[in-house]
């Protein structure tokens, strides 16, 4: 059978009784025997496109956490251009590639079960099907090595993994986050229960053998669910956050809060967003979507003042520290969801200059939008890591009266179908 095109995601596209079927890690002609169970899956490739590599990974075909690893990654970097470019009905979008395209992530998370032995690995994408891994590609090596000693531990101290069909065990997962150059770690356990037999034992063992772990976090999530975090934490050791810097900015990571998991992805990213505004020093930036204050403390030195907006209250308790990190006594961090702080603001008739607004996956809402142009912000900033959504966003600001000046692309997460993009509004 011949595969007919690749879509976005890496998919292999065929038709198989007259519909449209996606099948991961297979390219364009390539002739290739397929099997269905679940899913079509590939069998074995009878005819190898030139395209093809070496996959590197032997959960590639499994796992569904990265789909190109089949490909070049300048083949990749085609596939993308492509893509963003039909999508926005233009040929001008560039993407910026990263010089690491592998083993860049500072952040990971292990589920964790009992596969023969307590194990540690991922859910296949879209299902609860768990994949037994020890090593990702993607993973900073640091970061990984360390995982893989924690598992010894719990396999040595005979702490059995959660089992999610009898509701019972203790550890559910484990998260790992690092700085840029990996001299501070933070590690989170994810516990079925408060208490975790032989603690003392596996804190003193992890860090004598890894002094780079600065602090230790019990997060207990006693629910049933597929939701990683519980709402509780507790520090066990260290102070419950790790210290990382962004473009000369020092910013505190806690466990819970979002941080970008590329750190050489976001610094071409902030700086890219920042220098496309046209800021000055008698300007007022809103930061939305703020997080723990990273774009805003970074672009506060280019303006007059800075309003971050954040829903998250762990959030903007981090990034009232961060700023005084920083010194940066220009920046006022207001709680709340931000079409809301917006609303208000445009009541009290606030002037703002620039926006910059940065939501999550499943994009803005008409609301936020609505406000943005009633305040006639004449600048707006949208970086987004979901193209579908950003282009449903963009027809809403055009609507409004903005016009689009500037669509580029950050290849934040290389290997994966993921992507950054940064757009420049205009207020007509």
Avoid: W
């Avoid at 095109?5 to 449209?20: A, L, T, Y």
């Avoid at 520290?321 to 006594?329: G, P």
Wanted: aromatic fraction near 10%; charged fraction near 25%; hydrophobic fraction near 35%.
């Amino acid at each position: 059978m011949k595969c007919l095109d690749n879509d976005f995601k890496g998919n292999g596209i065929f038709i198989i009784n007259d519909k449209k079927i996606f099948v991961p890690g297979i390219i364009k002609d390539e002739e290739v025997e397929l099997i269905k169970n679940k899913h079509y899956e590939l069998v074995k490739i009878i005819k190898p496109s030139i395209l093809r590599q070496n996959v590197i990974c032997p959960s590639f075909y499994h796992c569904g956490g990265c789909q190109y690893l089949h490909l070049s990654y300048d083949e990749e970097i085609n596939l993308k251009t492509k893509y963003v470019n039909n999508l926005f009905n233009t040929n001008n979008i560039k993407i910026t590639k990263m010089n690491n395209p592998l083993y860049y992530r500072n952040k990971i998370q292990y589920a964790v079960e009992n596969k023969k032995g307590l194990s540690t690995g991922f859910y296949k994408e879209g299902t609860h099907d768990f994949i037994k891994i020890n090593k990702c590609y993607l993973h900073n090596q640091i970061l990984d090595e360390i995982g893989m000693y924690l598992k010894s531990l719990l396999i040595k101290y005979k702490i059995p993994a959660y089992d999610s069909i009898k509701d019972s065990g203790i550890i559910k997962h484990i998260l790992l986050k690092g700085n840029k150059d990996m001299t501070e770690v933070l590690v989170t356990l994810v516990l079925n229960t408060y208490v975790l037999p032989k603690r003392k034992d596996i804190i003193k063992d992890l860090t004598n053998k890894f002094n780079n772990v600065k602090t230790i976090i019990e997060n207990y999530n006693l629910r049933k669910t597929s939701i990683i975090l519980g709402d509780e934490n507790k520090i066990i050791y260290g102070n419950g956050f790790i210290k990382d810097e962004i473009l000369n900015n020092k910013f505190l990571v806690g466990s819970d809060t979002f941080y970008q998991i590329n750190h050489e992805g976001v610094e071409i990213l902030y700086k890219k967003a920042i220098d496309t505004l046209n800021l000055n020093k008698n300007m007022t930036l809103i930061d939305a979507y703020s997080g723990v204050g990273t774009i805003g403390l970074i672009a506060s030195s280019k303006v007059k003042n800075v309003i971050s907006i954040e829903l998250n209250k762990n959030s903007i308790f981090i990034a009232r520290q961060n700023a005084k990190l920083n010194k940066v006594n220009n920046i006022n961090f207001i709680p709340g969801d931000a079409s809301k702080v917006i609303y208000d603001l445009a009541r009290q008739k606030v002037k703002i200059d620039a926006l910059i607004m940065d939501p999550p996956r499943t994009g803005s809402t008409k609301s936020f939008i609505k406000v943005v142009a009633d305040l006639k912000v004449k600048q707006v900033l949208y970086i987004s890591c979901e193209p579908e959504t950003l282009k449903r966003d963009l027809e809403e600001f055009k609507k409004l009266g903005y016009k689009i000046n500037n669509i580029e692309c950050v290849d934040m997460f290389p290997r994966t179908f993921n992507l950054e993009t940064i757009v420049l509004l205009t207020l007509k």
